[in-house]
Structure formats: structure tokens, C-alpha cells
């Protein structure tokens, strides 16, 4: 099926119907696209990536093919300009069809927004702005033309993920570029990516490393020093394939920075909805899991006998808490990412940790009543859902705004204003 095909599909009903939600016109087009190539080709393929564990790369090929892999690349670069609510809407479509894709999809798009609309909106000098500006270009080109892919190793195994300490992961200026020496676990797309958008710390000579040093340094998987190792076996998420980034003083022209020296440091202070972009994928989730439910309970899935359980005053009742559930979640997360944007108010954060909170755990409790509701037959294998519940159990446990980390920033932020104590 080739892309004018996708037109003639028969898509599902959209996740934000673009006139309740008010979409503009760009973002229920893009929407709409990724409920087509999502019901015509990731949902057909999803059960295999997830059962081998392989990196869904077919799916990757459609999405350059389609323009989505450059989504977030500006109009004039090449791209389809899509800023920061645009794309998770279109996200959530994508998760809905296959959790792994959007997931990962997440890790590359973010290389365009964080050094896109997201820088725009920060502060630098001037050279220092027309150097990244210079930068990006070249960054997005690889996208556009090549289909590049990039991932986005933060996590360590301690604290700096959570934001709480620098990355142990080294940068060391050296005569045109850096030296990178770091082990990064969970690295998505391990083998598959073309760039790894590394989160690493400038080494200073005589000086302590701290969290402003962070740099943001796309590796080259074919750089010497960049190795992969371990075993990729999980619950959930399999396609992702994110295993062990090992980088052993990889070189690294200073053109790779994909922010300059002080921007992502900025950026997670002012710019903090930029740590809500996995919530898109489990958004999804929870959406697939309710549409399943009810098709299973009319007797409309495939395959799955004659009976019509909807009959059952117990089966109806579960469903409108799934209802219920899923609108409380829809509505406070389109607000959050609604409210995106450079220095947020207080209430704005909070409610993005709240609904950040709410998409990741609801959507592995809505899986769980799926199962409960639809009964036996509902969790075998041939069916999407059990794919559907492991894959929804992952979204609480993503640094830096893991489940337990957003309640932890809710009381705190809530009860403390900036610099207050009880001493
Ligand atoms: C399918 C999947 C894909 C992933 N893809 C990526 C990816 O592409 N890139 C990436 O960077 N990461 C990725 N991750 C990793 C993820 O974001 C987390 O970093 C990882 O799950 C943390 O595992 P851990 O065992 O180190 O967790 P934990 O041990 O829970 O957390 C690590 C450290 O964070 C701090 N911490 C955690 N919770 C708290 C708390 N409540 N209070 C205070 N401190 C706390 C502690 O210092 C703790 O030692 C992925 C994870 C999964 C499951």
C-alpha cells in the first residue's frame, strides 16, 4: 500500500476530535495520518516486533516515507513544523496502533524539539544562536534526505536521570569537538538508531561536574568507542530494544551538539513540559485498551465466538469506569500539553506532573480492567490486549517523571514555594 493508499482507509475515530478539541487544521491532519498509517501498517506488525523483540524498523521506513519521522523539523527545513502539542497528539494516535513505535518515536522527535521550538524560546548570545541555528540545519537535513534516527540516552541506573545529581557520562573538550566516555542502560533503539542524542556532562578541568555542564551531543552510532551490549528481554515495550551504551573515548565534531553549552540545563528549568513527551505513547495505550474492550464486548473481534458479553449489567458498569477514567485522563493531559511552554506558571507544572502521573498509571489500570471485564478468552496472546496491559506497565517507571517522582514534586511544590523552609 503505498501513501496515497493510506487515504482509503477506514480510520478509527480520532482520539481528540479536532472540533471539540479545537484542534487547528495542521494538527488534525497530522492526527489523521497517523491514525491511517497506524491501523494499515504498525497495528499488522506489532504483535512480531513484540514477540521477537526487534526494533520495529518497516515501521520506521513509513514514518520518513510519510514525513512524520521529520515531524518536528521546521517548514522551511524540509519538515512538517509540528510544535510541541501537534506532535503528541499525533503521538497518542501512533501509541494507540503500536506502543513501541511511539515510544521511541518519542526518543528521536525530541532531537527537533528540544533543539527547535524549545531553544527558540531560550536564551543565548547571539553567535552562540546563529552557531546552533547553523547546527540544527545540518541536524535536520540528516533527517529529511537520510531518514536518520536518533535516540535519546539519559538514563545512568542512578540519580541523574531523576535529575537530582550530573551525568556521569563525560564530555572533554578537546581540538574541535569532545571525548565522550559514559555506559548508558535502557538506550531505546540500541542498533538501530543512526545518532544517539547523548545527555553527558563537560568535564573542567579543576572544577566539580554540576547539572549546568549538561550537553546534548548526538553520537554517531558508527563512531569508534560506541558499542552495544546486553540482553534485550523485557515485560513490556520489546520493540524498543533498549539495551547498554557503551561509549569509550568517542570522538565527536563539535558540530554534533544538538544544544549549546547551557541550554538543556536551561531548558529543564524553564521548558519543564519537555519531560512529558513519553506520556503521548501510554495516552494511546489507554485508548486501544478501551476501544478493544467495547469491540470485544459486541462480539466484533475477530475470532472471538459468538457470544456478546454486553449483556451483563457487570460488564456495562466496568466499562463506563473505564469511560469515566479515560476522559478524566484525555481532558487533563490536552490541557497540560496545552499549556506547554517557556516558564509555565506553578499551577501549569504541577498540573503537568498530575497529568503526567494520570496517563502512566491509569493506562496500566484501564489494561487491568480490560482483562477483568472482557474475562478468559481476552488475554491470549492472538489478541492485542495482553500486548497492550505488559506495555502500559512501563509508563510509571520513566525517568525523570517517573509515577512516584511526579507525587513527590506535587506535595513538595505544592506545600514549599521556591527557597522556603521550616527552620
Ligand atoms: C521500555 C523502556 C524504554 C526505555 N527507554 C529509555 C531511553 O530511550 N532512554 C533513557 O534514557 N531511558 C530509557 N528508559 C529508562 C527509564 O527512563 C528509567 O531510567 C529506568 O526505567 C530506570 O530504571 P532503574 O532501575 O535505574 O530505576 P530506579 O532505580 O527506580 O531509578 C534510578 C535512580 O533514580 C532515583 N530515583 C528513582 N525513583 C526515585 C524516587 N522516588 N525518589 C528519589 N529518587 C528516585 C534514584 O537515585 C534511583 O537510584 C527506558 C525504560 C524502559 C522500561
Given at each position: 500500500?503505498?501513501?496515497?493508499?493510506?487515504?482509503?482507509?477506514?480510520v478509527?475515530?480520532?482520539?481528540?476530535d479536532?472540533s471539540a478539541f479545537?484542534?487547528?487544521e495542521?494538527?488534525?491532519?497530522?492526527?489523521a495520518?497517523?491514525r491511517?498509517?497506524?491501523?494499515?501498517?504498525?497495528?499488522?506488525?506489532?504483535?512480531?516486533?513484540d514477540?521477537?523483540?526487534?526494533?520495529p524498523?518497516?515501521?520506521?521506513k513509513?514514518?520518513?516515507?510519510?514525513?512524520?519521522?521529520?515531524?518536528?523539523?521546521?517548514?522551511?527545513?524540509?519538515g512538517?513544523?509540528a510544535g510541541?502539542?501537534a506532535?503528541?497528539?499525533?503521538?497518542?494516535?501512533?501509541?494507540r496502533?503500536?506502543?513501541a513505535?511511539?515510544?521511541?518515536?518519542?526518543?528521536?522527535v525530541?532531537?527537533?524539539?528540544?533543539?527547535?521550538?524549545?531553544?527558540?524560546?531560550?536564551?543565548?548570545?547571539?553567535?552562540?544562536?546563529?552557531?546552533?541555528?547553523?547546527?540544527?540545519?545540518?541536524?535536520?537535513e540528516r533527517?529529511v534526505?537520510?531518514?536518520?534516527?536518533?535516540?535519546?540516552?539519559?538514563?545512568?541506573?542512578?540519580?541523574?536521570?531523576?535529575?537530582?545529581v550530573?551525568?556521569?557520562?563525560?564530555?572533554?573538550r578537546?581540538?574541535?569537538g569532545?571525548?565522550?566516555n559514559?555506559?548508558?542502560?535502557?538506550?531505546?533503539?540500541?542498533?538501530?538508531?543512526?545518532?544517539?542524542?547523548v545527555?553527558?556532562?563537560e568535564?573542567?578541568?579543576g572544577?566539580?561536574?554540576?547539572?549546568?555542564?549538561?550537553?546534548?551531543?548526538?553520537?554517531?552510532?558508527?563512531?569508534?568507542?560506541v558499542?552495544v551490549?546486553?540482553?534485550?528481554?523485557?515485560?513490556?515495550?520489546?520493540?524498543?530494544?533498549?539495551?547498554?551504551?557503551?561509549?569509550k573515548?568517542?570522538?565527536?565534531?563539535?558540530?554534533?551538539?544538538?544544544?549549546?553549552?547551557?541550554?538543556?540545563?536551561?531548558a529543564?528549568a524553564r521548558?519543564?513540559?519537555?519531560?512529558?513527551?513519553l506520556?503521548?505513547?501510554?495516552?494511546?495505550?489507554a485508548?486501544?485498551v478501551?476501544?478493544?474492550?467495547?469491540?470485544?464486548?459486541?462480539?466484533?473481534?475477530?475470532?472471538?465466538?459468538?457470544?456478546?458479553?454486553?449483556k451483563?449489567?457487570?460488564?456495562?458498569?466496568?466499562?463506563?469506569?473505564?469511560?469515566?477514567?479515560?476522559?478524566q485522563t484525555?481532558?487533563?493531559?490536552?490541557?497540560?500539553?496545552?499549556e506547554?511552554?517557556?516558564d509555565?506558571?506553578?499551577?501549569?507544572?504541577l498540573?503537568?506532573?498530575?497529568?503526567?502521573?494520570t496517563?502512566?498509571?491509569?493506562?496500566?489500570?484501564?489494561?487491568?480492567?480490560?482483562?477483568?471485564?472482557c474475562?478468559?478468552?481476552?488475554?491470549?496472546?492472538?489478541?492485542?490486549?495482553?500486548?497492550?496491559?505488559?506495555?502500559?506497565r512501563c509508563?510509571?517507571?520513566?525517568?525523570?517523571?517517573?509515577?512516584e517522582?511526579?507525587?513527590?514534586?506535587?506535595?513538595?511544590?505544592?506545600?514549599?514555594?521556591?527557597?522556603?523552609?521550616?527552620?
Amino acid at each position: 500500500m503505498n501513501v496515497m493508499d493510506l487515504d482509503q482507509i477506514d480510520v478509527d475515530a480520532p482520539i481528540f476530535d479536532p472540533s471539540a478539541f479545537r484542534l487547528d487544521e495542521a494538527e488534525a491532519e497530522l492526527n489523521a495520518l497517523a491514525r491511517r498509517i497506524g491501523k494499515a501498517r504498525f497495528a499488522p506488525r506489532a504483535a512480531r516486533y513484540d514477540r521477537d523483540a526487534t526494533f520495529p524498523t518497516e515501521n520506521y521506513k513509513d514514518l520518513h516515507e510519510t514525513g512524520l519521522l521529520a515531524i518536528s523539523v521546521p517548514k522551511e527545513h524540509g519538515g512538517l513544523g509540528a510544535g510541541f502539542r501537534a506532535y503528541a497528539t499525533t503521538a497518542a494516535e501512533i501509541g494507540r496502533y503500536c506502543g513501541a513505535t511511539a515510544l521511541t518515536w518519542n526518543m528521536h522527535v525530541c532531537s527537533c524539539l528540544w533543539s527547535g521550538p524549545l531553544s527558540d524560546d531560550l536564551d543565548m548570545d547571539e553567535e552562540t544562536r546563529a552557531t546552533h541555528l547553523r547546527r540544527r540545519a545540518k541536524h535536520y537535513e540528516r533527517i529529511v534526505r537520510d531518514g536518520a534516527i536518533f535516540a535519546q540516552p539519559f538514563s545512568e541506573g542512578g540519580a541523574a536521570a531523576a535529575g537530582v545529581v550530573p551525568f556521569s557520562t563525560s564530555a572533554k573538550r578537546v581540538d574541535g569537538g569532545w571525548i565522550i566516555n559514559g555506559k548508558k542502560i535502557f538506550a531505546s533503539l540500541s542498533g538501530a538508531a543512526d545518532y544517539y542524542g547523548v545527555l553527558c556532562g563537560e568535564m573542567k578541568s579543576g572544577e566539580r561536574p554540576s547539572r549546568k555542564d549538561t550537553m546534548y551531543i548526538a553520537v554517531p552510532a558508527t563512531a569508534e568507542g560506541v558499542e552495544v551490549v546486553g540482553e534485550w528481554d523485557p515485560l513490556g515495550m520489546r520493540g524498543t530494544v533498549s539495551r547498554t551504551l557503551l561509549l569509550k573515548d568517542v570522538f565527536v565534531e563539535d558540530d554534533q551538539a544538538l544544544m549549546p553549552r547551557g541550554v538543556y540545563y536551561q531548558a529543564a528549568a524553564r521548558w519543564p513540559h519537555m519531560f512529558m513527551t513519553l506520556s503521548p505513547t501510554y495516552l494511546g495505550i489507554a485508548q486501544a485498551v478501551f476501544d478493544f474492550t467495547v469491540r470485544y464486548l459486541r462480539g466484533e473481534i475477530p475470532g472471538t465466538g459468538p457470544e456478546k458479553r454486553r449483556k451483563f449489567p457487570t460488564k456495562q458498569i466496568a466499562v463506563a469506569q473505564m469511560f469515566v477514567m479515560l476522559q478524566q485522563t484525555k481532558a487533563l493531559w490536552f490541557q497540560a500539553v496545552s499549556e506547554a511552554r517557556a516558564d509555565p506558571t506553578k499551577e501549569q507544572v504541577l498540573r503537568a506532573y498530575a497529568a503526567q502521573y494520570t496517563v502512566m498509571e491509569n493506562a496500566n489500570e484501564l489494561a487491568q480492567l480490560a482483562i477483568r471485564t472482557c474475562g478468559g478468552q481476552s488475554m491470549l496472546k492472538s489478541l492485542p490486549l495482553e500486548r497492550l496491559y505488559r506495555d502500559s506497565r512501563c509508563g510509571s517507571l520513566m525517568l525523570p517523571w517517573t509515577a512516584e517522582l511526579c507525587l513527590d514534586r506535587i506535595g513538595r511544590e505544592a506545600l514549599y514555594n521556591p527557597g522556603e523552609t521550616d527552620d
